[in-house]
């Protein structure tokens, strides 16, 4: 006999299938699936093996299915148990991508950008070097001494340079040097060293920022490494605003504007980044003429 606890106190029984509704739904959730009968997934929840149960107080008619379902299941979890152990990282070429003046790269192609390039699937456990052998065996057009950069594709569609495989000590494993399943990398020829060089980095990730002056709106596609020094530069050819005139407020909203000067915490234009002034996606600021007082004072006299 096997006694169950209604749900709720319902009792849902039936003479002609023997366990009710409600009890057999609480095993198939538990232990089987939707066309398993009521007693066979009883038998299934002991486990019934040879060893761990006698097949003699079992219907012979049941013991071949149950034991057939049972290898089924072992079978799965032993696949899943490799298939956990393994990931699978994915090569591009860089041919893939755009580099604009900026330094800003994009795929050239948005649409199944995920079915394009290399995929090579390895165990968690094996070593750079290996990954590197099995990627060199996989692409067709085998690149001479290629670079091989981790990225990553932001909300902004731009990618982020994250860093140099070849940095890693080439014996250290995958799962050590934080490898992810998944992750992917760009592989390029040594003539494009110099532009990744400049922007590789994990918290150098490529941002929007929206400058408003003389009552129009422009964006300046750049990095959050790039320091305030150099961003003045940038925003100097894009508006003829000299870097010495420039006074630059964030627009936080508007009636709340924030000078930059406020926010450099003693350090230097030379020394801070963008990442160091929480520039993000889509940040606004408010760009006008820095007034220098002495002088207006003299014209006056």
């Known amino acids: 006999?096997?006694?169950?606890?209604?749900?709720?106190?319902i009792r849902d029984f039936c003479l002609s299938r023997g366990l009710g509704d409600v009890y057999k739904r609480q095993l198939q959730k538990q232990f089987g699936s939707l066309n398993e009968?009521?007693?066979?997934l009883v038998y299934k929840q002991k486990k019934l093996t040879p060893i761990f149960a006698d097949p003699t107080l079992v219907p012979e008619c049941w013991i071949e299915p149950i034991l057939t379902q049972n290898e089924l299941?072992?079978?799965?979890?032993?696949f899943y148990k490799s298939e956990d152990a393994q990931i699978e990282v994915v090569f591009q070429s860089s041919d893939l991508f755009t580099f604009d003046e900026e330094l800003m790269i994009k795929y050239k192609v948005d649409k199944q950008i995920e079915n394009q390039g290399v995929k090579v699937k390895i165990a968690k456990l094996a070593t750079i070097s290996q990954l590197l052998d099995k990627f060199h065996s996989a692409v067709k057009e085998?690149?001479?001494?290629?670079l091989v950069y981790e990225i990553v594709r932001c909300k902004n569609e731009f990618c982020q340079v994250i860093r140099k495989?070849?940095?890693?000590?080439?014996d250290t494993p995958l799962e050590k040097a934080e490898i992810q399943h998944l992750s992917t990398w760009m592989y390029c020829e040594k003539g494009k060293e110099e532009v990744l060089e400049k922007i590789v980095g994990v918290d150098n990730v490529p941002i929007e920022v929206v400058v408003r002056f003389l009552?129009?709106?422009?964006s300046i596609h750049t990095y959050g490494g790039v320091t305030l020094e150099k961003f003045k530069e940038m925003m100097y050819e894009r508006t003829s605003f000299p870097v010495e005139q420039q006074s630059i407020k964030i627009v936080k909203?508007?009636?709340k504007l924030i000078p930059i000067e406020d926010l450099l915490l003693g350090k230097s234009e030379k020394e801070v980044t963008l990442t160091d002034l929480k520039f993000s996606e889509r940040t606004q600021l408010l760009l006008d003429v820095r007034v220098?007082?002495?002088l207006a004072q003299r014209r006056r006299k």
């Not at 299941?73 to 032993?78: A, C, G, K, L, P």
């Not at 085998?142 to 290629?146: G, I, L, S, T």
């Not at 495989?165 to 080439?170: D, N, Q």
């Open 37 to 40: 009968s009521a007693y066979m």
């Open 215 to 218: 009552g129009d709106d422009l």
């Open 253 to 255: 909203t508007d009636v």
């Open 165 to 170: 495989l070849s940095a890693v000590p080439m």
């Open 1 to 9: 006999f096997f006694f169950f606890q209604a749900e709720d106190g």
């Open 142 to 146: 085998k690149p001479a001494n290629p």
């Open 292 to 294: 220098d007082i002495t």
């Open 73 to 78: 299941e072992e079978q799965q979890r032993e």
